[in-house]
């Protein structure tokens, strides 16, 4: 039961850690979490930490909130998964209930205006780092489906307009024919 009682509070401290020090949503968070969860703690693999952001990209809400629902979920189950998103969820709120207090002198503030402008700078350098990343991790797996599918559905999107939503339930598809080929596959049938 100690065991399971320093896990939980490394998992809400982790989270509750990220989230106050993490500018930009859950773009930035993401590899933040990989690197605690994966990397430091070795909690999760890296093979499912991308599944789980894939599936926190596709559902619904905010993805840094979904993220850590599914990382705890993973590590520690239901109670995990109120515990990550506990931690994820109270810095944000703290702190946008303060600055709710003092909105008009924060909005007119010349240097909290210039400190966004220069966040909005680290938070394109971080989700650069994501799609480098992940690109790699695709491209070292020598399968020919993801990157057909992630050149297939920029090009729907940038250049034909086709709504997101379709997209992403087109490629929700074509993972799940894919994954259910190569079981069957798999097994021999």
């Not at 401290?13 to 968070?29: D, E, H, R, W, Y």
């Not at 995990?80 to 007119?108: C, H, N, Q, W």
Request: with cysteine.
């Amino acid at each position: 039961m100690k065991g399971n009682h320093k896990k939980f509070r490394k998992l809400f401290l982790s989270t509750l850690q990220l989230s106050a020090c993490t500018f930009g949503g859950g773009f930035v968070i993401i590899p933040l979490m990989r690197r605690k969860f994966v990397e430091e703690l070795h909690w999760i693999e890296e093979e499912e930490m991308m599944d789980l952001t894939a599936i926190a990209q596709s559902s619904p809400g905010a993805i840094a909130v979904n993220a850590s629902l599914l990382v705890g979920y993973r590590v520690a189950g239901i109670f995990g998964a109120l515990i990550t998103v506990s931690g994820t969820v109270l810095p944000p709120l703290v702190i946008i209930s303060i600055i709710s207090l003092f909105y008009k002198a924060f909005r007119d503030n010349v240097i909290v205006n210039m400190a966004m402008a220069g966040m909005l700078a680290g938070v394109a350098a971080v989700i650069c780092d994501v799609v480098i990343t992940m690109t790699k991790s695709i491209l070292s797996q020598k399968k020919r489906l993801p990157v057909l599918v992630l050149l297939l559905s920029f090009a729907a999107v940038r250049f034909f307009g086709v709504n997101i939503i379709l997209v992403i339930l087109i490629c929700g598809m074509l993972g799940a024919a894919d994954m259910f080929y190569h079981e069957r596959k798999g097994n021999g049938k």
